[in-house]
Protein backbone atom coordinates (compact mmCIF):
# COMPACT_ATOMS: atom_id res chain seq x y z
CA UNK A 1 0.00 0.00 0.00
CA UNK A 2 1.40 3.34 -0.52
CA UNK A 3 1.78 6.32 1.39
CA UNK A 4 -0.92 8.45 2.42
CA UNK A 5 0.45 11.28 3.71
CA UNK A 6 3.34 13.71 3.24
CA UNK A 7 4.99 12.40 5.74
CA UNK A 8 4.96 8.82 5.68
CA UNK A 9 6.17 9.23 1.97
CA UNK A 10 9.35 11.40 3.41
CA UNK A 11 9.94 8.57 5.77
CA UNK A 12 9.71 5.73 3.62
CA UNK A 13 11.65 7.66 0.21
CA UNK A 14 13.76 10.55 1.87
CA UNK A 15 17.19 10.96 2.73
CA UNK A 16 18.77 14.09 4.52
CA UNK A 17 21.91 13.79 4.31
CA UNK A 18 22.98 17.31 4.13
CA UNK A 19 26.51 17.14 5.60
CA UNK A 20 29.28 15.96 2.61
CA UNK A 21 31.59 13.47 3.79
CA UNK A 22 35.30 14.48 2.73
CA UNK A 23 38.25 11.90 2.73
CA UNK A 24 39.27 13.41 5.66
CA UNK A 25 35.91 11.50 7.28
CA UNK A 26 32.63 12.64 7.62
CA UNK A 27 31.25 16.14 8.17
CA UNK A 28 29.10 15.77 11.07
CA UNK A 29 25.80 18.19 12.02
CA UNK A 30 24.96 18.49 16.08
CA UNK A 31 21.66 20.51 15.64
CA UNK A 32 20.31 18.84 12.00
CA UNK A 33 16.52 18.69 11.72
CA UNK A 34 13.89 18.60 9.87
CA UNK A 35 10.53 20.50 10.47
CA UNK A 36 7.22 20.02 8.74
CA UNK A 37 5.76 23.59 8.10
CA UNK A 38 2.60 22.90 6.14
CA UNK A 39 0.97 19.68 5.31
CA UNK A 40 -2.33 18.63 3.66
CA UNK A 41 -3.59 15.44 1.61
CA UNK A 42 -1.82 16.49 -1.82
CA UNK A 43 1.35 18.36 -0.40
CA UNK A 44 3.58 18.81 2.51
CA UNK A 45 6.46 21.32 2.86
CA UNK A 46 10.00 20.53 5.26
CA UNK A 47 12.62 22.82 6.13
CA UNK A 48 16.26 21.20 6.42
CA UNK A 49 18.80 22.70 8.60
CA UNK A 50 21.98 21.75 9.92
CA UNK A 51 25.52 23.21 10.65
CA UNK A 52 27.72 21.06 8.87
CA UNK A 53 31.31 20.87 10.46
CA UNK A 54 34.72 18.99 8.94
CA UNK A 55 38.50 19.71 10.10
CA UNK A 56 39.43 18.86 5.98
CA UNK A 57 37.02 20.73 4.17
CA UNK A 58 35.40 23.73 6.12
CA UNK A 59 32.42 24.53 7.58
CA UNK A 60 28.79 25.44 6.13
CA UNK A 61 25.49 26.55 7.00
CA UNK A 62 22.59 24.16 4.83
CA UNK A 63 19.17 25.37 4.21
CA UNK A 64 17.01 23.10 2.38
CA UNK A 65 13.66 23.88 1.52
CA UNK A 66 11.41 20.37 -0.23
CA UNK A 67 8.21 19.92 -1.16
CA UNK A 68 6.27 16.24 -0.93
CA UNK A 69 3.59 16.53 -3.03
CA UNK A 70 1.34 14.79 -5.32
CA UNK A 71 1.15 14.54 -8.94
CA UNK A 72 1.26 12.67 -12.57
CA UNK A 73 4.75 11.11 -13.28
CA UNK A 74 5.46 8.61 -15.77
CA UNK A 75 1.49 8.05 -16.30
CA UNK A 76 0.63 7.63 -12.55
CA UNK A 77 -1.78 9.66 -11.19
CA UNK A 78 -1.77 10.50 -7.12
CA UNK A 79 2.30 9.91 -7.07
CA UNK A 80 4.44 11.21 -4.08
CA UNK A 81 7.13 13.54 -5.90
CA UNK A 82 10.11 15.19 -3.78
CA UNK A 83 11.47 18.89 -5.40
CA UNK A 84 12.61 22.04 -3.87
CA UNK A 85 16.12 23.89 -3.47
CA UNK A 86 18.90 24.26 -1.04
CA UNK A 87 21.33 26.57 0.03
CA UNK A 88 25.23 26.45 1.60
CA UNK A 89 26.46 29.16 3.30
CA UNK A 90 30.58 28.24 4.17
CA UNK A 91 31.48 29.84 7.22
CA UNK A 92 35.63 30.04 8.68
CA UNK A 93 37.05 27.98 8.33
CA UNK A 94 36.80 26.79 5.03
CA UNK A 95 38.19 26.37 2.05
CA UNK A 96 35.67 27.19 0.26
CA UNK A 97 35.24 31.56 -0.60
CA UNK A 98 33.03 33.40 1.66
CA UNK A 99 29.41 34.19 0.02
CA UNK A 100 28.73 37.58 -0.44
CA UNK A 101 24.72 38.75 0.28
CA UNK A 102 22.70 37.29 -2.58
CA UNK A 103 19.41 39.05 -3.36
CA UNK A 104 17.05 40.02 -5.44
CA UNK A 105 15.09 43.11 -6.12
CA UNK A 106 12.55 43.02 -4.35
CA UNK A 107 13.42 41.60 -1.66
CA UNK A 108 11.62 41.48 1.74
CA UNK A 109 15.08 42.15 4.24
CA UNK A 110 13.77 45.25 4.57
CA UNK A 111 11.46 43.52 7.04
CA UNK A 112 13.63 41.81 8.79
CA UNK A 113 16.19 42.46 11.76
CA UNK A 114 19.41 43.87 10.04
CA UNK A 115 22.02 41.52 8.89
CA UNK A 116 23.65 40.44 5.68
CA UNK A 117 21.15 37.56 3.96
CA UNK A 118 21.51 35.32 1.06
CA UNK A 119 18.10 34.21 -0.96
CA UNK A 120 17.45 30.94 -1.99
CA UNK A 121 14.42 31.20 -4.15
CA UNK A 122 12.22 31.79 -5.25
CA UNK A 123 11.38 28.17 -6.26
CA UNK A 124 8.31 28.05 -8.37
CA UNK A 125 7.36 24.42 -9.72
CA UNK A 126 5.82 23.61 -13.07
CA UNK A 127 2.29 22.78 -12.50
CA UNK A 128 0.21 20.90 -15.17
CA UNK A 129 -2.06 18.21 -15.64
CA UNK A 130 0.57 15.80 -16.58
CA UNK A 131 2.49 16.49 -13.61
CA UNK A 132 2.29 18.64 -10.24
CA UNK A 133 -1.34 19.31 -9.32
CA UNK A 134 -0.82 21.55 -6.40
CA UNK A 135 0.72 25.00 -7.00
CA UNK A 136 2.99 26.30 -4.60
CA UNK A 137 5.62 28.78 -4.03
CA UNK A 138 8.39 29.52 -1.79
CA UNK A 139 11.99 31.29 -0.48
CA UNK A 140 14.36 31.38 1.87
CA UNK A 141 16.63 33.90 3.66
CA UNK A 142 19.57 32.74 5.71
CA UNK A 143 22.67 35.00 7.28
CA UNK A 144 25.45 33.34 9.06
CA UNK A 145 24.21 35.01 12.35
CA UNK A 146 22.74 32.30 11.91
CA UNK A 147 19.21 34.11 11.08
CA UNK A 148 16.50 32.24 8.84
CA UNK A 149 12.92 32.73 7.83
CA UNK A 150 11.11 30.50 5.15
CA UNK A 151 7.91 32.32 3.48
CA UNK A 152 5.77 30.37 0.94
CA UNK A 153 2.17 29.95 -0.41
CA UNK A 154 0.40 26.96 -1.03
CA UNK A 155 -2.95 25.58 -2.67
CA UNK A 156 -3.82 22.66 -0.77
CA UNK A 157 -6.60 21.70 2.20
CA UNK A 158 -3.74 22.42 5.10
CA UNK A 159 -4.44 20.22 7.88
CA UNK A 160 -4.04 22.70 11.25
CA UNK A 161 -2.11 19.99 13.97
CA UNK A 162 -3.32 19.27 17.69
CA UNK A 163 -0.40 21.13 18.92
CA UNK A 164 -1.01 24.35 17.00
CA UNK A 165 -2.27 27.56 18.96
CA UNK A 166 -4.68 30.09 17.46
CA UNK A 167 -3.39 33.15 16.26
CA UNK A 168 -4.62 36.44 13.78
CA UNK A 169 -2.45 37.49 10.79
CA UNK A 170 -3.01 40.37 9.09
CA UNK A 171 -6.83 40.00 10.06
CA UNK A 172 -6.64 36.54 8.93
CA UNK A 173 -7.64 33.43 11.47
CA UNK A 174 -4.66 31.00 11.23
CA UNK A 175 -2.26 29.00 13.72
CA UNK A 176 1.51 28.56 15.47
CA UNK A 177 3.53 25.73 15.67
CA UNK A 178 7.32 25.67 17.19
CA UNK A 179 9.66 22.94 16.68
CA UNK A 180 13.07 22.50 16.21
CA UNK A 181 13.79 26.23 17.28
CA UNK A 182 11.59 27.20 14.42
CA UNK A 183 8.15 29.28 14.73
CA UNK A 184 5.70 28.50 11.60
CA UNK A 185 3.28 30.97 10.98
CA UNK A 186 0.06 29.30 8.89
CA UNK A 187 -3.07 31.80 7.37
CA UNK A 188 -5.03 29.86 4.63
CA UNK A 189 -6.47 32.89 2.97
CA UNK A 190 -9.84 34.08 1.08
CA UNK A 191 -8.63 33.32 -2.21
CA UNK A 192 -7.96 29.70 -1.73
CA UNK A 193 -4.29 30.25 -1.20
CA UNK A 194 -2.37 29.28 2.53
CA UNK A 195 -0.12 31.34 3.71
CA UNK A 196 3.16 30.56 5.40
CA UNK A 197 5.73 31.78 7.07
CA UNK A 198 8.73 30.04 9.78
CA UNK A 199 11.42 31.50 10.86
CA UNK A 200 13.83 31.21 14.24
CA UNK A 201 12.87 32.56 16.94
CA UNK A 202 10.10 33.05 19.40
CA UNK A 203 6.43 32.83 18.41
CA UNK A 204 5.86 36.14 19.02
CA UNK A 205 8.51 37.80 17.27
CA UNK A 206 8.19 35.04 13.88
CA UNK A 207 4.24 36.25 14.41
CA UNK A 208 5.24 39.45 13.91
CA UNK A 209 7.28 39.37 10.92
CA UNK A 210 4.58 37.18 9.21
CA UNK A 211 2.12 40.05 9.47
CA UNK A 212 4.41 42.45 8.17
CA UNK A 213 5.35 39.83 5.35
CA UNK A 214 1.64 38.55 4.24
CA UNK A 215 1.32 41.76 2.26
CA UNK A 216 4.05 41.37 0.10
CA UNK A 217 3.84 37.67 -0.34
CA UNK A 218 3.04 37.70 -4.39
CA UNK A 219 6.02 40.30 -4.29
CA UNK A 220 8.16 37.64 -3.11
CA UNK A 221 7.42 34.60 -4.92
CA UNK A 222 7.68 36.46 -8.31
CA UNK A 223 3.78 36.52 -8.79
CA UNK A 224 0.52 34.81 -8.00
CA UNK A 225 0.32 31.03 -8.02
CA UNK A 226 -1.65 29.09 -10.90
CA UNK A 227 -5.05 28.30 -10.51
CA UNK A 228 -4.92 24.00 -9.56
CA UNK A 229 -4.85 21.90 -12.07
CA UNK A 230 -7.42 18.29 -11.76
CA UNK A 231 -5.88 15.26 -13.36
CA UNK A 232 -8.24 14.35 -16.06
CA UNK A 233 -8.73 10.42 -16.07
CA UNK A 234 -9.22 8.04 -19.24
CA UNK A 235 -13.24 8.30 -20.11
CA UNK A 236 -14.90 4.68 -19.13
CA UNK A 237 -16.18 3.16 -22.07
CA UNK A 238 -19.83 2.21 -21.69
CA UNK A 239 -20.38 -1.14 -23.49
CA UNK A 240 -23.01 -1.27 -26.14
CA UNK A 241 -26.35 -3.05 -26.17
CA UNK A 242 -25.72 -6.43 -27.24
CA UNK A 243 -22.03 -6.39 -26.50
Not at 149 to 172: C, F, N, S, W
Request: neutral net charge.
Amino acid sequence: MGATTPQEAYARSARFTPCIASKDGKTTSADQSATWLVSGPGVGVVDLRATCRNTYRGNYLYRGFLAVAKGTFGGRHDTWNFDGFQKRLPFPPTLDPILTPSLRVPSLTDLFPADDYNEGGPWRPEVGPRILSTPMAGTIWVSLTPRDYVLGLVKDRITRPQEATTTTVGGLPGWVTEANGMATIVAPRPDGAVFFFAGAGSASEVEALAARALPRAEEALGGPLPPAITPTLPAAITPSPGT
